[in-house]
């Protein structure tokens, strides 16, 4: 089992940056890939970015290639996405994720293990 607990969300205006964090434990926390998901009011769940169990490796979607950036540091358990240029378009919760490769978070679109969410709300 992994618990994942997610913070830094909140409001932003278009064009600014926010921190993601999320905090896992009850597992070896470099025996997982991580990964971080979003859903907009209406809209299907998306896969945002995701990182390798060293890190060596990430995948990010079309939408945020150039923008975010994942990194993972293993000796504190956390994985971060740091989101740059925000647009409203980018308005979401936010779901930190955990599965045993990235390749099958980004083939499945989904993963074993799941935050709670944070919001995103970027205003244009």
């Known amino acids: 089992q992994v618990q994942l607990v997610e913070s830094g969300g909140g409001l932003v205006q278009a064009g600014g940056s926010l921190r993601l964090s999320c905090a896992a434990s009850?597992?070896?926390?470099?025996?997982?890939?991580m990964g971080w998901f979003r859903q907009a009011p209406g809209k299907e769940r998306e896969f945002v970015a995701g990182?390798?169990?060293?890190?060596?490796?990430?995948y990010y979607s079309d939408s945020v290639k150039g923008r975010f950036t994942i990194s993972r540091d293993n000796a504190k358990n956390t994985v971060y996405l740091q989101m740059n240029s925000l647009k409203p378009e980018d308005t979401a919760v936010y779901y930190c994720?955990?599965?045993?490769?990235?390749?099958?978070?980004?083939?499945?679109?989904?993963?074993?293990?799941w935050g709670q969410g944070t919001q995103v709300t970027v205003s244009s």
């Open positions: 009850g597992r070896t926390f470099s025996s997982v890939a």
């Open positions: 994720a955990a599965d045993i490769s990235v390749q099958a978070m980004v083939l499945n679109l989904s993963a074993r293990y």
């Open positions: 990182s390798s169990r060293s890190g060596s490796t990430t």
